[in-house]
């Protein structure tokens, strides 16, 4: 994904040039023939794997061209407090107030 010299390590990503078919390759970080894949046309519902494919496309594209993540670390606080909170609700077998 990116340029690292001659220091590169082998990946299973592949880069193919595009056509004017749709795009079906793996994402950034997992093999086209990992578990959890949905079969593409297929009526037995959605890709599980697109949302995460999406975000890792997004992050590596703010790398790239400069531009800001749609979700910067102001919304993602809210989102890691949440998590904390939940955990220590877990723990607590309590209710746990997010402050």
């Known amino acids: 994904m990116f340029d690292?010299?001659?220091d590169k390590k082998?990946?299973?990503v592949e880069v193919s040039a595009r056509g004017s078919g749709p795009v079906t390759n793996?994402?950034?970080s997992r093999s086209a023939d990992a578990a959890g894949r949905g079969a593409t046309g297929s009526?037995?519902?959605?890709?599980?794997?697109?949302?995460y494919r999406n975000e890792?496309?997004?992050?590596?594209?703010?790398?790239?061209?400069g531009k800001p993540l749609l979700c910067g670390p102001d919304k993602a606080?809210?989102?890691a407090l949440?998590?904390?909170?939940?955990?220590?609700?877990?723990e607590k077998?309590?209710?746990?107030?997010?402050a």
């Open 43 to 51: 009526k037995q519902g959605v890709d599980r794997l697109e949302a």
């Open 93 to 98: 077998k309590a209710r746990v107030v997010i």
């Open 4 to 6: 690292e010299g001659a």
């Open 26 to 28: 793996a994402s950034e």
């Open 77 to 79: 606080i809210g989102s």
């Open 10 to 12: 082998p990946t299973t």
């Open 56 to 65: 890792v496309s997004g992050f590596c594209a703010s790398i790239r061209t």
């Open 82 to 90: 949440a998590c904390i909170a939940a955990n220590q609700a877990i």
